[in-house]
T-cell receptor, first 113, second 115 residues
Framework: DQQVKQNSPSLSVQEGRISILNCDYT??????FLWYKKYPAEGPTFLIS?????DKNEDGRFTVFLNKSAKHLSLHIVPSQPGDSAVYFC????????????FGAGTILRVKS | EPEVTQTPSHQVTQMGQEVILRCVPISNHLYFYWYRQILGQKVEFLVSFYNNEISEKSEIFDDQFSVERPDGSNFTLKIRSTKLEDSAMYFC?????????????FGSGTQLSVL
């Protein structure tokens, strides 16, 4: 079951530069998309979300872009900081499925100082 | 900041044994969930629980699994007879809203190792 795909297992970025994490989905019923961040030995923590009626949502250094026609979303972090180094999970949900989240496999982001 | 608490952080058990994973959700939350992540794989939904009953469960959540809210604060996941493939990190989550996924708070997880 590959409904949500994060094709890049890892990404390495220099401090101060932009980090772009990508995610693709296949299920047209998904109408809400989220990014979670996970540090070792901790649970996923919510970062930013976007509804399918929008194409962009911004929160400080974090911006999520949604391209519904391509079934693609991306997370931009700018400027990247060493503390951003973590695993980033893309997740999707459908209103009809309540809070049930379908996760991608995650991308490990390393921000080098 | 309120948080979801899970105990134990690590659990080692023999195949065929019963295990109970414990969670204390955030106190005013009404919706409870278990997810798991097998090493190297995705975080997967197991079950959701509301109003003292299961709202939804995945294919993974077979008859060997059960959930319970035995009192006003705890939410437990029981695996009746563990198998090697049950080895995973199990995450409890809770929310006070049914349809706002960003309001889902996860615990730190219980790493279950079945030998």
């Amino acid at each position: 079951d590959q409904q949500v795909k994060q094709n890049s297992p890892s990404l390495s970025v220099q401090e101060g530069r932009i980090s772009i994490l990508n995610c693709d989905y296949t299920n047209s019923m998904f109408d809400y998309f989220l990014w979670y961040k996970k540090y070792p030995a901790e649970g996923p923590t919510f970062l930013i979300s976007i509804s399918s009626i929008k194409d962009k949502n911004e929160d400080g250094r974090f911006t999520v872009f949604l391209n519904k026609s391509a079934k693609h979303l991306s997370l931009h972090i700018v400027p990247s900081q060493p503390g951003d180094s973590a695993v980033y999970f893309c997740a999707a949900s459908a209103m009809s499925a309540g809070n049930k989240l379908v996760f991608g496999a995650g991308t490990i982001l390393r921000v080098k100082s | 900041e309120p948080e979801v608490t899970q105990t134990p952080s690590h659990q080692v058990t023999q195949m065929g044994q019963e295990v109970i994973l414990r969670c204390v959700p955030i106190s005013n939350h009404l919706y409870f969930y278990w997810y798991r992540q097998i090493l190297g794989q995705k975080v997967e939904f197991l079950v959701s629980f509301y109003n003292n009953e299961i709202s939804e469960k995945s294919e993974i959540f077979d008859d060997q699994f059960s959930v319970e809210r035995p009192d006003g604060s705890n939410f437990t996941l029981k695996i009746r007879s563990t198998k090697l493939e049950d080895s995973a990190m199990y995450f409890c989550a809770s929310s006070n809203l049914a349809f706002r996924s960003e309001k889902l708070f996860f615990g730190s997880g219980t790493q279950l190792s079945v030998l």
